[in-house]
């Protein structure tokens, strides 16, 4: 079975990787590798294998455009690695309150 949440974590764990998703994130009408290598400081075969990972682990959707693919980020792709962190969130902050409220009551005591 494939663990989808460290996939993402790993995919995302470059800041290649993850400037290229939040170039595909502002852009609805998707990008190509062309494109997306104007400003970069990557070459563009270097930025298709980061597209090809983000693709894999879907973050990232294709579709042909003529000669080119372009590429799309899917959201739904970090809905899983989104839950997980917002449930240790949630677990932290019910841990930080009751330590506060240890803190606290032991604070009045003295």
């Known amino acids: 079975m494939r663990d989808t949440i460290s996939d993402v974590f790993a995919a ?7 400037d290229i998703f939040d170039q595909l994130l502002e852009d609805p009408n998707g990008r190509t590798a062309t494109e997306l ?5 990557i070459s563009r075969q270097a930025i298709v294998k ?5 693709v894999r682990v879907d ?6 455009d003529g000669k080119e693919v ?7 792709g970090a809905v ?11 677990a932290w902050d ?8 240890k803190v606290r009551t032991s604070s009045r005591r003295s």
Do not use: K, M, P
């Open 12 to 18: 995302l764990g470059d800041r290649n990787r993850r």
């Open 37 to 41: 290598s104007l400003d970069a400081t």
């Open 50 to 54: 980061h597209l090809q990972i983000l």
């Open 59 to 64: 973050l990232a959707s294709t579709r042909r």
């Open 70 to 76: 372009r590429y799309f980020a899917r959201r739904d």
């Open 80 to 90: 899983g690695a989104s839950q997980w962190l917002d449930e240790r969130s949630v």
């Open 94 to 101: 019910q841990r930080l309150a009751a330590l506060d409220e």
